[in-house]
């Protein structure tokens, strides 16, 4: 299977730069796996393709404010980007600067804050923070919210709120469960009203999202790793939805990744740690009966996992593939703060 078969053409002036003022106003591009039909649809139009006894399965994980600007002793100026919070005083971080600094260094960010380079591992930096407040404290205060590469705006005090879920709950992230961010109150009260359940998995999104496949064959691919937190109180959950005759409804390819990882020896059971999870075509999924999604970059793992989930072939193309082409041509918004698309 080749990478080349996850790129497709899309428009500059699609990628949404902005959120919308109201969360459900979003588009939603249905595709049935068996049907092969594709519709265009409201977000709103969600509640009409769910049923009692299903249930909805959230990432529950908060994005922290992980971007911070700041300089080395010698000034130069620097970027780093926390990939992931270690304990009260360290992190793991991406730094960006015209010369990596060396273990030992001492860099001021914001003005405000001195840490130290610990030492570094792959294109990670180990780095301390010397204060007493506590790094998401620091980070609370000074950081920046880490919108991604292809919105090319700085950050603004909305999207504080707006690239965050209501489900937001667990700091760690750094990046957003975008599929998320199309619900609101009104929306999971009607859900509820409907008696279907929902459910909470924690995987904290690392930058490595947003990376795509740089090998031409997508088995040689290295997956990053990220942590994942799947309670037994929602694995009793989806085996009560399961037992009715429920199906499990994961909002975002995290929360598949998040329940497949713990279903990875064939039953779903709790599960605490990382995971490297790579989902292509021609996966078995285990726990995850219907997807709702953004729509992701080319020859991104992302696009691959919804390529797995939508399966079979249409016409010599892959239907997702086909969704996306039709997508492009009705000028969804794209990405982060785009439109979402349901597979089910």
Not at 277 to 289: A, L, M, Q, R
Not at 331 to 341: E, T
Request: hydrophobic fraction near 40%.
């Amino acid at each position: 299977m080749k990478t080349q078969d996850f790129i497709y053409n899309l428009p500059e002036e699609l990628i949404a730069q902005e959120a919308l003022a109201d969360r459900s106003k979003s588009r939603l591009l249905t595709v049935n796996k068996e049907t092969k039909q594709i519709e265009d649809k409201t977000f709103a139009q969600i509640i009409d393709y769910l049923r009692p006894n299903d249930i909805l399965i959230f990432n529950n994980t908060k994005v922290i404010n992980a971007r911070m600007f700041g300089k080395k002793e010698t000034g130069g100026k620097l970027e780093i980007l926390v990939e992931r919070v270690l304990n009260d005083k360290t992190v793991y971080a991406h730094i960006k600067s015209s010369k990596s600094p060396k273990p030992g260094a001492n860099l001021i960010l914001e003005e405000e804050v001195s840490v130290t380079v610990l030492g570094r591992k792959d294109e990670l930096f180990y780095i301390e923070f010397n204060s007493e407040q506590s790094v998401l404290e620091i980070l609370e205060q000074y950081g920046h919210v880490p919108l991604p590469p292809y919105i090319e705006r700085n950050d603004r005090e909305d999207d504080k709120s707006r690239y965050q879920t209501v489900f937001a709950e667990t700091p760690g992230a750094v990046a957003a469960p975008t599929a998320g961010l199309h619900f609101d109150e009104e929306i999971i009260a009607a859900i509820s009203e409907l008696g279907v359940e929902i459910g909470c998995v924690t995987l904290h999104v690392g930058a490595g999202t947003f990376q795509p496949v740089r090998v031409d064959d997508v088995k040689n691919h290295k997956m990053h790793s990220e942590l994942v937190e799947v309670s037994e109180d929602v694995c009793e959950q989806i085996a009560k939805a399961k037992n009715a005759g429920g199906r499990v409804i994961a909002i975002g390819t995290t929360v598949v990744r998040s329940l497949e990882s713990a279903a990875k020896n064939g039953v779903l059971t709790p599960y605490s740690d990382e995971t490297d999870i790579f989902i292509y075509p021609g996966y078995e999924f285990k726990v995850v009966d219907a997807l709702l999604t953004n729509f992701h970059l080319p020859a991104s793992t992302l696009l691959m996992l919804v390529s797995a989930f939508a399966g079979k072939e249409m016409s010599g193309k892959a239907l997702i593939m086909q969704a996306y082409e039709h997508a492009v041509a009705e000028k969804y918004r794209f990405f982060s703060y785009g439109d979402a698309m349901f597979i089910y």
